[in-house]
Each structure stands twice: as C-alpha cells, then as structure tokens.
C-alpha cells in the first residue's frame, strides 16, 4: 500500500514538473526572456540567451538582430556586424538591419574602397536583394500557373496552345528559375566572413609561419575563397587577397 502510494506522488510531481521543463526549453519563452535581459541593461545575459537560440537552431532575423544590438552595446562591433549580415541573409529588405549595420560601419576605424567594377556591384545587390526562399516560391507560383494555363488552353483552344499571355508567362518563369539558379550557385560559392579581431592577421600562406601581407580591422567583411585547414583564402573589396585563420573571423 505505501509503495503504491510513493509511486502515484511520484508520478504527480512528475507530471507537474513536465510543463516546467518544457516551458524553459521553450525558445519563445527564451527569447522573451532575452530581450527582458537586453532592456533592463543586462547585455551579456541578453547574449547568452539569444546564442543559446541559435545553438538549437531557432536562427530567426530578429534573434540575430537582437545579438547585434546586444554585442553593439557591449562595444564589441564586429560581432555586431556580423549578426547584422546575419540578420540580413534572412530579411535583406528590412530598414532597421540596414540602418544599424550602416550605422556600426561608420564607427569602424579602417574600411576598404570596393574597387569591384559596377555591374558585380550592381548583380551582387540585385542577388542580395531576395532570399533563396523568396525566389523559390515565386519561381515554383509562375511554373504551376504558366503550366495550369497551358493545360487549360490545350483543352478549351486545341488548335491556339500559345498566346501573347503565355509567351510572357513562359519567359518571367524561365527567367525566375535562372535566378533562382544563379542566386543558389552564388550563395553555396561565394561565402562571406567579417573579422572579429582588432588587428586580425592576414598571411601570404595558410600558416602562421608564413609572412603577414596585411592586418585587417575588426568588422571589416570579407569573401572567402580557397580552405586549407583552419585557415581561409580571403578577398577584400579592393581586391587585396592572403590567407587568415578562422579564429580570427565569424562566417555569415
């Protein structure tokens, strides 16, 4: 009679802790609790929270933007920086992520003339523009209606399949997917890191027995190219290219 009577206080209390435990790994709750951090001027705390989001995967834009927010006022800018980028990847159209990013970019002690030709200017914020997502899905809406139309006209018009409406239609969704293509083979080959040292060390080989070519200031975005073990082939706006290690930067 006692063991029963152990056991169904067990499962009680049981039961009762289980909505606790699952309202703390709740990452809403997480999150709300970040931002309370961040307002009552607890940043690091507020860091805490939202790096443990993102280590479960929960790498929302607003998480990101919050962490730069949170690492800004810490006065640690190429952190901030590079939760911005971050943040952009996801919601490369949002004014608060541009202003606060061109905002900390204007504090940084050294920055580099993009020396880059105009069209790569222009193609890379035409690419940057929309989310891999965001072209999916309207590549995949203008594929199933131009195919739905030419169904329907080959049922009701047997002898006029093709018309000026879907020519145009034909053409927008061969275009979309090209983009969608492009902007897939853009992202997968051109990876992009900021760095996150004062005075980040850039070598002419991937060692540190190789001889310093040039020193980069924190935050300053770079695009990767080659690996060779911890260290990345980086190149610079300007066209300046070494090898850093990636201790030394944070990949968007």
Known sequence: MKAKLLIFIFLSLLIQTIPLFAQAENPAVIFQKANTS????????????????????????????????????????????????????????????????????????????????????????????????????????????????????????????????????????????????IKSLHDAAFQEAVALKSQAAVRYGPSHKDQVAFKLGEGIKVQLSNKAGEWRQVVLPNGETGWMNQEDMGII
């Open 38 to 181: 961040y307002q009552n001027g607890d940043y690091t705390g507020a860091i805490s929270a939202y790096e443990s989001l993102i280590d479960k995967n929960w790498n929302r834009s607003n998480v990101y933007y919050n962490l730069g927010n949170a690492y800004f006022k810490e006065k640690k800018l190429g952190l901030a920086i590079l939760n911005y980028e971050r943040a952009k990847r996801q919601s490369p159209r949002d004014r608060d992520i541009a202003a606060n990013l061109a905002y900390v970019r204007g504090l940084l002690e050294y920055r580099i003339e993009d020396k880059r030709n105009w069209y790569l200017k222009a193609g890379g914020a035409a690419l940057a523009f929309f989310t891999i997502r965001e072209i999916g899905i309207i590549s995949l809406s203008l594929g199933f209606l131009f195919w739905m139309t030419w169904g329907i006209s080959l049922y009701f018009q047997k002898n006029k399949p093709w018309g000026s409406v879907r020519k145009t239609l034909l053409i927008v969704t061969v275009g979309s997917f090209s983009l969608w293509m």
